[in-house]
């Protein structure tokens, strides 16, 4: 399926799980992938496996988003923007014990950092009158997060600023769409990070730290990068061409047991 043939799409945090299932999820779909992340060697051979391009990228430096904006003006202006790039940040310091440092880092990163890639591509997109951005957020933002407060805030934020977008995007009659994407227990770096301090703490295996973790989820199961790389695929194109302003969720029913 070429649906998205030609399209230019920027992905940031393109080199990590999530990112990276999404850039062969669009790629594989016709669009032109320019991928950016600090992961410049997986991010280096990702380019190369897709035919896109890679950029080293740093979302929380507004100076950096310039080289971005001039790559994607060099093949016509991003049409698509996946905002993919974020961190868990340091649930040892989760609660009120959080430094003002680990707060900034966190909060910089997943909420400046979608900010900066909004506000420095969306505007090519309105002067086109279209295009398509996701944030990706968290199935976090339903629930209280008291071990992990600069995490919880920030994707919360995403979720927020996502619908904000959305209006503007949609003035004039524009056809710019901005969704947000809440993952819920998925197969990531981050994921695969709590589970190995359960495993430490608790004196189990790696198999059986999962199968607890996968206990809390309905669908009894860990989710794939593929299943939210799905999703993006499906905001982005033009069978969701009425669907912006939206919290997508995909996470296998653990939203609807743990928010009621």
Sequence with gaps: M?????RVAVITGGAGGL?????????????????TDLAEAAGTALAAEIGGQFIRHDVTDQAQWAAVRAAADALGGADILVNAAGIEGDFDQGGLDTSLEEWRRVIGINLDGTFLGCKT?????????????VNIASII????????????????????????LALIGARDGKRVRVNSVHPGTIRSRMLMAIIDSFSQAANVSQEEAEAVVASAVPMREIGEPEDIA?????????TAKYVTGAAMRVDGGWSVTSAG
Excluded at 121 to 133: D, F, Q, S
Excluded at 143 to 156: D, E, I, R, V
């Design 2 to 6: 070429k649906d998205l043939d030609n």
């Design 19 to 35: 990112g990276g299932a999404t850039a062969r999820e669009l790629a594989g779909r016709g669009a032109r992938v320019i991928i």
């Design 230 to 238: 799905g999703m993006i695929g499906y905001l982005v194109s033009d």
């Design 121 to 133: 591509l969306m505007p090519g997109m309105l002067e086109k009158g279209k295009g398509a951005i």
């Design 141 to 164: 933002t339903c629930m209280g997060t008291p071990s992990g407060l600069a995490y919880g805030a920030s994707k919360s934020g995403v979720e927020q600023l996502s619908r904000s």
